[in-house]
């Protein structure tokens, strides 16, 4: 099983961007799909979370303004980040857990991808 994670890039503050993120391999199920971040020196930081069946969690810092989606036929989770402020700034990375394959089930992370908010 492998996430490919995308959408990263520069943009100025008060833009959007879109990250997808898509796990592939021979997969019948996922639990839940979430984004984290992290900047240099910091922990990991639970960005947004959504359940296979549509339930959300968003950090505190980010309600009102990130909205977190998945297409379970493709397990693919999006970020939707609108409004976007230079402590937005980060490498994203998305994670499955509870992967059901055909050899057990599993917790995955994706490769990180770089949002910069800069003016």
């Known amino acids: 099983v492998q996430l490919q994670a995308s959408g990263g890039g520069l943009v100025q503050p008060g833009g959007s961007l879109r990250l997808s993120c898509a796990a592939s391999?021979?997969?019948?199920?996922?639990?839940?799909m979430s984004w984290y971040r992290q900047v240099p020196g910091k922990q990991r930081e639970l960005v947004a979370a959504?359940?296979?069946?549509?339930?959300?969690n968003y950090a505190d810092s980010v309600k009102g303004r990130f909205t977190i989606s998945r297409d379970n036929a493709k397990n693919t989770v999006y970020l939707q980040m609108n409004s976007l402020k230079p402590e937005d700034t980060a490498v994203y990375y998305c994670?499955?857990?509870?992967?059901?394959?055909?050899?057990?089930?599993?917790?995955?992370w994706g490769q990180g991808t770089l949002v910069t908010v800069s003016s």
């Open positions: 994670s499955a857990v509870g992967v059901l394959t055909t050899r057990g089930r599993y917790d995955y």
């Open positions: 391999g021979s997969i019948f199920s996922i639990n839940a």
């Open positions: 959504i359940t296979s069946g549509g339930s959300t």
